[in-house]
């Protein structure tokens, strides 16, 4: 497995500063891009259009949080965490909120498409915005959440980078728990989103 920390001579770490690793990456890619060797040969080319595209793929991994956590628990570990489907306590009233409000969105799209009359559709609107408005609190409680794993991030950052082998290997569950958080909270975030567009149209 390629590692992109390595690629990206940064540190393996949980966190990562993201306008320094965006400066780190532009400096990198410039000195790879293909447009400098357009009239190398074939197999120059190639070789400089790999590591770009090595480059990109390691800037677009580092600097998402989820995709970071889960390559450095790949790279820690030798292997992907296992999947694990149940809910952390901590999201579950959250969950429950998203999935109904979600579900009752759901039923009012269903609603709205039944509808033609212009006279009723003003109404529908009305309505629509409604939700847009109850979604988007939803969403802002969802950041404030993913701004406090934002958080435990930096912390547990700071005790990986002071801590040795074995250390660090007691510090990966809770790298594994802030992989998966990162993973609902992006997963819940397309969802609210899919249905802010469709009652915006």
């Not at 480059?55 to 677009?60: D, E, G, V």
């Not at 930096?154 to 082998?165: C, F, H, I, K, Y």
């Not at 660090?168 to 249905?195: D, M, S, V």
């Amino acid at each position: 497995m390629m590692d992109y920390f390595d690629l990206l001579t940064e540190p393996r770490r949980p966190w990562l500063d993201t306008d320094r690793l965006r400066q780190k990456f532009l400096a990198l890619a410039s000195e790879a891009h293909p447009d400098r060797v357009h009239q190398s040969g074939s197999a120059e080319k190639e070789e400089v259009t790999r590591r770009y595209a090595q480059l990109n793929a390691a800037f677009l991994c580092l600097t998402e949080p989820k995709a970071r956590l889960l390559h450095l628990l790949e790279l820690e570990l030798g292997s992907k965490p296992k999947d694990i489907q149940q809910i952390p306590p901590a999201l579950a009233d959250c969950f429950a909120d998203i999935a109904t409000q979600c579900r009752n969105a759901d039923g009012f799209l269903a609603e709205k498409k039944q509808i033609t009359s212009p006279l009723l559709q003003v109404d529908l609107f009305v309505r629509g915005q409604d939700w847009v408005e109850k979604l988007n609190g939803l969403q802002r409680n969802l950041r404030e959440q993913r701004e406090a794993s934002v958080q435990a991030a930096q912390s547990l950052d700071t005790r990986w980078m002071a801590a040795d082998g074995a250390a660090r290997r007691e510090l990966l569950p809770a790298l594994e728990e802030l992989y998966r958080l990162f993973g609902y909270y992006n997963r819940w975030e397309r969802q609210i989103q899919e249905r802010i567009v469709q009652l915006s149209l």
